[in-house]
């Protein structure tokens, strides 16, 4: 099973871009990357996938590097509502099963 | 907007009760799930299901069961509640791309706060 490691904890200013890394050295060629993050108090929220190509949504980018070893999830101007344990994950198998690491807590100063 | 709706957001049982956590999904997913979250411990996965009536064992099964009659409605059941069940529960679900190669995000709910007493 492929595995992934990110930085325990993360500090950004208010209205600074944030840049959460993940390596997964071990990855396929067919495992997709998928970031959630959860807020206090509430279950996992989905926030962005990719394979290959960086991706772009309403809340956040993913770039993915050439080798798929790495990759680094950006939320373009932090606010305090982005204050979250983000997860990094390789879904397993077929249907979606989803394992969560530790994350990484990202803390937004203001 | 609700997708996921898990029963009870709080929840106090006794030890050796029969407890059952209901998760309802309204989006007609095939794939559901319920993890457990501990401080220091993560989200561990106890039980998934690909299909009615189909399930899976997750990590950490023991102490625990559960039940997929209809596609919208996941189960957990706990046959006889223990102290150490004391937890949240997180249920979740998505959807099969078809291909083998699963890239649909997956949809949670809000929890359910169980205590064990």
């Known amino acids: 099973d492929a595995k992934t490691t990110q930085p325990n904890s993360m500090e950004s200013n208010e209205e600074e871009p944030v840049h959460l890394p993940c390596n997964h050295s071990?990855?396929?060629?067919?495992?997709?990357i998928h970031w959630y993050r959860q807020l206090p108090s509430q279950g996992p929220e989905y926030v962005i996938h990719?394979?290959?190509s960086n991706v772009n949504n309403r809340m956040a980018s993913l770039a993915i590097a050439e080798d798929r070893k790495s990759s680094t999830l950006i939320l373009h101007r932090a606010t305090l509502r982005d204050a979250a344990v983000y997860y990094c994950?390789?879904?397993?198998?077929?249907?979606?099963?989803?394992?969560f690491g530790a994350g990484t807590i990202l803390r937004v100063k203001s | 907007d609700v997708k996921v709706t898990q029963s009870s957001r709080y929840l106090v049982k006794r030890t050796g009760e029969k407890v059952f956590l209901e998760c309802v999904q309204d989006?007609?997913?095939?794939?559901m799930f319920w993890y457990r979250q501990d401080p220091g411990l993560g989200l561990r996965l106890i039980y998934f299901?690909?299909?009615?009536?189909?399930?899976e064992k997750g990590d950490i099964p023991e102490g625990y069961s559960v039940s997929r009659e209809k596609k919208e409605r996941f189960s957990l059941i706990l046959e006889s509640a223990s102290t150490n069940q004391t937890s949240m529960y997180l249920c979740?679900?998505?959807?099969?791309?078809?291909?083998?190669?699963?890239?649909?995000?997956?949809?949670f709910g809000q929890g359910t706060r169980l205590t064990v007493v």
């Open positions: 979740a679900s998505s959807t099969s791309t078809g291909t083998g190669l699963f890239a649909t995000e997956a949809f």
């Open positions: 071990t990855i396929s060629g067919t495992d997709y």
């Open positions: 990719g394979l290959t």
């Open positions: 994950i390789l879904p397993l198998e077929y249907g979606n099963k989803l394992v």
């Open positions: 989006m007609d997913h095939e794939n």
């Open positions: 299901s690909y299909d009615v009536k189909m399930k």
